[in-house]
């Protein structure tokens, strides 16, 4: 049975920084590529990040210098840590292998 469980989510003031976790199991976590999407309150699901099983990266255009994805593989886990968080950052994240999806961490930027 696959798992993906995100956590580290909650409320952070504009500015500020988090990091969230998506923890892995009932795959061969190494060999897979990850992604990170977000959902904002009446808006679509987004992809945010992405990364490969070999560590390659790609973003989004609203985040990229900002927010960093990452893995650890004798964890398997993945990382994604937010930067210089604005209120449109906003949202549910998610974490996502192949048709897999975890149910989410909320993230609210706000003073």
């Known amino acids: 049975q696959v798992q993906l469980v995100e956590s580290g989510g909650g409320l952070v003031q504009p500015g500020g920084s988090l990091t969230l976790s998506c923890t892995v199991s009932?795959?061969?976590?190494?060999?897979?590529?990850m992604a990170w999407y977000r959902q904002a309150p009446g808006k679509e699901r987004e992809l945010v990040a992405t990364i490969t099983s070999r560590g390659n990266t790609n973003y989004a255009d609203s985040v990229k210098g900002r927010f960093t994805i990452s893995r650890d593989n004798a964890k398997n886990t993945v990382y994604l840590q937010l930067n210089s968080l604005k209120p449109e950052d906003t949202a549910v994240y998610y974490c996502k292998q192949g048709l897999y999806w975890g149910k989410g961490t909320l993230v609210t930027v706000s003073s």
């Open positions: 009932g795959i061969m976590f190494s060999i897979n590529a």
